[in-house]
């Protein structure tokens, strides 16, 4: 990565940018950026400094259907809804960056050392309003995440242009962060939700989208928590590279000149990874009693007495006072808005009491290893006469990747708080690789240019 160095006059770059996003009628979005730059001891030492900051609501809402062919009852193939999703995804990413760049000049060439510095983050929230029209099952579901990725590089290089050689070298370093700490995923369903006078058949299912909406009756009380899922992620990733170039010229005879050209590179890796998945208890079918009573515990403004029911009702769970009249166009309802700070409270206090259990991805998701790679080549561009180029050369590849990582049964179940039973695994490869390669470009006449090429290449 060539960055660029500091011109000979001093300057300095302000920019600030703004913007609206109509769909969540936001107006906190902006762009900042600031450099300044200049040239000390006589001009051999220059440094560039840059920041930048940004922030933009992201969101969008989305129409997703799934079809199938069925027959109505005169014979006819019709294409038919399966499910109708409705998304309403709120997503602000936000970045923070900055550089600073020195080269310095020394006799027939440049040393240029370099810090880049890169933060973004994405923090949203999605809603969903899922219609199944094979079940006529109505569901609800909303998912909350925050990932920040971070990247710090810092490099070198130097070259030189002598009067028989010229070569460049450069030394990087480059360590990486993907962070998501907190993800939560809430569902709600409501079965047998057709409106009592409302038939989906092949026909409802064959029309207009937009209907489908009208064929179900929305009843908060018989719409019932689901599924509770929470999960972590981190991946953590360094990396150190070095290069570097020889370029020799010759000139053998008057018709015969060209130049020889070689170097190598190494690179070596560390990578890991760790995942955490919490599943919560079984919500719906008769298994909710327990978290039923943690919840109404936590929330005694719900109104949960001990009515003898297993399930937790989404009332208390929905934001009243939201509205979105432009959602989808305004072709499609919203739905039940829910309320992610209220179900983060009722998932603390679940959690809280001991009952959410390991998924397999807290296990066998996670890995760590190293990677390094090795290459040389070496070239040459030979002018033969005015009318005839050939360049030969090679290229040797060399990589070597050792990871370790866990093999999870699932065929043992774990009790709260327990990790699935695993076994750990681990794997090693290597390879080396030659490709040749030979360019011949012939010019008899002004008007005819001749071409050939045979190149051997991999691709990962």
Known sequence: LRMRTAPDESFTDFRWQGGYNALQEDLANYKIVYSVGDRFLRNKLGAIANINLDSYNRSADTFSGGYQILADNSGVNRQVLNNLNLNERALRRSRIGGSLIFDYKIPLGEVVVNGIYNRINNDGLQRTNQFDTNREYHDYSASQFDRTTSIYQFSSNIEQQFKYFEYNAGLAYTTSENNAP??????????????????????????????????????????????????????????????????????????????????????????????????????????????????????????????????????NFILSDYERSNFVGGDYPLGYALDQNTLRRATGAIERAGMMYHGGGSVQDDYEGDESYKAYYAMSEIELSDYLTVIPGFRVEMDETNYDAKFVSFNSPTAPGELPAFSDTSASRSYEHFLPMVHVKAEPFDWLDIRFAYTETISR
């Open 182 to 315: 907190e993800n939560y995923y809430w569902s709600f369903q409501q079965q047998t939700a057709l409106h009592p006078d409302s038939t989906l058949g092949v026909d409802e299912r064959a029309g207009s989208p937009e209907r489908i909406p009208g064929y179900y009756e929305n009843d908060p009380s018989q719409t019932f928590f689901q599924t509770l899922n929470t999960s972590s992620d981190l991946t953590e990733e360094d990396e150190i590279t070095t290069q570097a170039n020889i370029k020799i010229p010759f000139n053998l005879s008057k018709n015969i000149n060209g130049y020889l050209k070689f170097g190598g590179k190494l690179r070596y890796k560390d990578r890991f990874y760790n995942r955490t998945e919490l599943n919560g208890p079984g919500l719906y079918y008769g298994g909710g009693r327990e978290a039923r009573s943690v919840i109404a515990a936590e929330f005694p403004e719900f109104g949960l007495t001990e009515d003898g029911s297993d399930q937790i009702p989404i009332d």
